[in-house]
């Protein structure tokens, strides 16, 4: 024995039909898709931001490091970061690196900065927003 009134021969009840709501959820779908893809390239963005950081860092604290050694110059220094910035990321990002003799705490140092485009629309963005510094002891 079913009890769903079509099959037991009664008449159903036409649903009413809500006509201003007729289309809202494509509207709803395209809104709520433009704004998730929006977040989702924003995340994307910022960990692209961060990847391009943490490089320029590691090329400018490796540069200094190895302008550092006993038989290596400031000059080395300044070469070398330029060199590991520029096949990681791209020859843009090696165009402004500077390197120095400074003294921490009575400690020689030597400290490699490089200045590089700020990434805001994939690896576009404009030029020297970016400042990473690396430092490593001198021997003495």
């Known amino acids: 024995?079913?009890?769903?009134?079509?099959?037991?021969?009664?008449?159903?009840?036409?649903?009413?039909?809500?006509?201003?709501?007729?289309?809202?959820?494509?509207?709803?779908?395209?809104?709520?898709?433009?704004?998730?893809?929006?977040?989702?390239?924003?995340?994307?963005?910022l960990m692209l931001v961060l990847h391009v950081r943490n490089t320029l860092i590691d090329a400018a604290a490796s540069g200094a490091?190895?302008?550092?050694?006993?038989?290596?110059?400031?000059?080395?220094?300044?070469?070398?970061?330029?060199?590991?910035?520029?096949r990681s990321l791209n020859g843009d990002f090696a165009r402004d690196v500077t390197s120095i003799q400074v003294s921490v705490d009575g400690i020689q140092t030597l400290e490699v900065t490089v200045r590089a485009p700020m990434p805001v629309v994939g690896l576009l963005g404009p030029g020297g927003l970016l400042e990473v510094k690396g430092h490593a002891a001198l021997p003495g």
């Open 65 to 86: 490091r190895y302008g550092a050694l006993a038989d290596r110059t400031p000059l080395d220094a300044k070469a070398r970061a330029a060199e590991l910035a520029g």
């Open 1 to 45: 024995m079913s009890s769903h009134p079509a099959q037991r021969g009664a008449k159903a009840e036409p649903r009413p039909v809500l006509t201003k709501e007729h289309g809202s959820a494509v509207v709803d779908f395209v809104l709520v898709g433009a704004l998730l893809t929006l977040f989702f390239l924003s995340i994307v963005q």
